[in-house]
T-cell receptor, first 115, second 115 residues
Framework: DAGVIQSPRHEVTEMGQEVTLRCKPI?????LFWYRQTMMRGLELLIY????????DSGMPEDRFSAKMPNASFSTLKIQPSEPRDSAVYFC?????????????FGSGTQLSVL | AQKVTQAQTEISVVEKEDVTLDCVYE???????LFWYKQPPSGELVFLIR??????QNEISGRYSWNFQKSTSSFNFTITASQVVDSAVYFC????????????FGKGTMLLVSP
């Protein structure tokens, strides 16, 4: 069974450019999470979806960040315009349901560098 | 608000030594779940264990063991006879049990096992 698939694995872009990160959750999972990992702040939840509906986006840093989940098998996280402080590893994770006892399955992450 | 503290930023041991990774949590809920995840150098986060707040039994899985103590709000992780392959960043995480709930991660402990 395929795990959570993220693309690209690495992204290098220049400040001001639009960046789109992609995620395919595990089939049958109905909850999807976007996390950001930095040295300073560790792993932070940006947004999560349940049944394709955004439930909590309070972790999204600012209006430059947006996330969509048009269907159960695909989600995007977009940064427009990107800034150097957005450089981080972005993880997508999915779970069978969005309850507290569910373990998350993580993708391999996207290493984003904004120059 | 929930919080997870991993006071050890980095631990270095020599192969075959035992090592304990500390985790202290804060929550106001009586129902909650504690997790450990491993992040090897390849980058993805891998689920190791989940405990609920009503089950204080210690758990052993091969060389891994977990000690959950509600009295001290701790959920420590011990690796016995460490191996080089155990080198990774280990994250402790907490989610509260009511309704939609998401994981709050500690900052992680980097474990380096040298031959």
């Amino acid at each position: 069974d395929a795990g959570v698939i993220q693309s690209p694995r690495h992204e290098v872009t220049e400040m001001g450019q639009e960046v789109t990160l992609r995620c395919k959750p595990i089939s049958g999972h109905n909850s999807l999470f976007w996390y950001r990992q930095t040295m300073m702040r560790g792993l932070e939840l940006l947004i999560y979806f349940n049944n394709n509906v955004p439930i909590d986006d309070s972790g999204m840093p600012e209006d430059r960040f947006s996330a969509k989940m048009p269907n159960a098998s695909f989600s995007t996280l977009k940064i427009q315009p990107s800034e150097p402080r957005d450089s981080a590893v972005y993880f997508c994770a999915s779970s069978f349901r969005a309850s507290g006892d569910e373990k998350l399955f993580f993708g391999s992450g996207t290493q984003l560098s904004v120059l | 608000a929930q919080k997870v503290t991993q006071a050890q930023t980095e631990i270095s041991v020599v192969e075959k030594e035992d090592v304990t990774l500390d985790c202290v949590y804060e929550t106001r809920d009586t129902t909650y779940y504690l997790f450990w995840y491993k992040q090897p150098p390849s980058g993805e986060l891998v689920f190791l264990i989940r405990r609920n707040s009503f089950d204080e039994q210690n758990e052993i899985s091969g060389r891994y063991s977990w000690n959950f103590q509600k009295s001290t709000s701790s959920f420590n992780f011990t690796i016995t006879a460490s191996q080089v392959v155990d080198s990774a960043v280990y994250f402790c995480a907490l989610s509260e049990g009511s309704g939609y709930s998401t994981l709050t991660f500690g900052k992680g402990t980097m474990l380096l096992v040298s031959p």
